[in-house]
């Protein structure tokens, strides 16, 4: 499956209710997992965003629709990234 990394940022919302963040993070997972969506490193982070979520997912559409989802609680922003193996972008390179 592709690798995505999404880069977090907490909103004035999320920074409010801070405490609820374990519940939240448990709510996202499993909502992440009931689309096909597997996270498979997840870390807090200091600078410009505060979490940093890789995954795994069928396809750019469903971890698109998940990320908008977590993002339509209005607890964090988010960005995400298409992420390729070493390996594969160098078959993809060769390609050219």
Not at 19 to 33: F, I, K, Y
Request: glycine share 8%; proline share 3%.
């Amino acid at each position: 499956m592709p690798t995505y990394v999404s880069l977090l940022e907490f909103t004035q919302d999320g920074v409010e209710s801070i405490d609820d963040l374990p519940s939240r993070d448990e709510e996202g997972t499993a909502l992440l997992s009931s689309m096909g969506v597997e996270i498979t490193d997840h870390y807090y982070t200091l600078g410009q965003y505060d979490e940093v979520v890789v995954c795994e997912a069928p396809d750019d559409e469903t971890v698109a629709q998940g990320m908008l989802a977590i993002a339509s609680e209005g607890n964090v922003s988010t960005e995400t990234l298409r992420a390729f193996s070493e390996d594969d972008f160098h078959d993809l390179v060769g390609g050219i």
